[in-house]
């Protein structure tokens, strides 16, 4: 990806480009974090921000003391055992890795978007926490999520239609050409939906990292469908578009 493309990515341009209407956005931002939300307008008050940021700091700061503890985590490339009095966060993204058989942080993003949406639900009807792609959300109404996917032709002319039955939902994109996560293969865009943020987070990372080669997207559908908890799959590598589960495309 150029520098151009990376700078794009980071400043998060392509938030401008799909706020629905009916929401109010704000950001929070701590450290490497940069985290937007959009709740209903109707249960929107400026106590949602402090809130949502005092939420952030909290899960932050469990998730790195026990790094602190234990440092394997945050470098592990395979699932590990964890130390005794491991806080919720740390017990999530441990057990998603270990279903999808990849190291912990594959899940941090999706984690913390659950974290805070999970915080926001007890006080807001309709909800999204999108968290460098990393989407969790809970709605009452049927909404589209874009699609994302670098260079390819599909890349924001299509979406994913979710209903009000899916939520709480957690629906994760992985990429070997956009964004600066690790990946170990090349596709434009992996996305996954779960109830879980997390297991959805991991798993687009163990089907992203094998997908090297268009031919390569089936194979990948196969590695992570049969995983419990994973609800859809779509994998688009350059003019090649694969889909699994409960994936309905729409024109964007």
């Known amino acids: ?16 480009l799909h706020k629905a209407s009916d929401l109010h956005y704000f950001t929070v931002q701590l450290r490497e974090s940069d985290l ?10 400026d106590g949602l921000l402090s809130l949502c940021r005092k939420e952030l700091a909290r899960l932050r700061g ?8 234990d440092p394997d985590f945050r470098t592990s490339l395979v699932p590990i055992r964890l130390l005794p009095a491991a806080p919720p966060i740390v017990h999530g993204m441990a057990a998603a890795a270990r279903l999808c058989n990849v190291g ?24 999204i926490v999108e968290n460098g792609g ?8 049927e909404r589209t999520v874009a699609i994302f996917a670098g260079q390819s032709r599909f890349s924001q002319r299509l979406s994913i239609k979710v209903y009000p039955d899916e939520s709480p939902l957690g629906i994760c994109t992985s990429s070997g050409t956009v964004g600066p996560s690790l990946s170990f293969g090349t596709a434009d865009a ?15 990372s163990r089907a992203g990292n094998l997908v090297k080669t ?20 779509l994998i688009i590598k ?11 495309l729409v024109p964007l």
Request: net charge negative; glycine share 8%; charged share 25%.
């Open 214 to 233: 268009a031919e390569d997207a089936a194979r990948a559908i196969d590695a992570v469908k049969g995983i419990p908890g994973i609800t859809g799959i």
């Open 104 to 127: 912990p942080m594959a899940a941090v993003a999706g984690a913390i978007a659950q974290g805070i949406g999970e915080k926001l639900m007890e006080r807001v009807q309709e909800l």
């Open 134 to 141: 990393d989407i969790f959300m809970n709605s009452h109404q």
């Open 238 to 248: 350059d003019e090649t578009l694969a889909a699994w589960g409960s994936i309905e």
């Open 1 to 16: 990806m150029d520098d151009q493309k990376k700078k794009a990515y980071v400043q998060r341009d392509y938030r401008s």
């Open 36 to 45: 937007a939300v959009g709740v209903d307008k109707k249960s929107y008050t």
């Open 190 to 204: 992996v996305l996954i939906k779960s109830p879980s943020a997390a297991l959805a987070d991991a798993a687009a």
């Open 62 to 69: 469990e998730l790195e003391d026990y790094i602190a503890c």
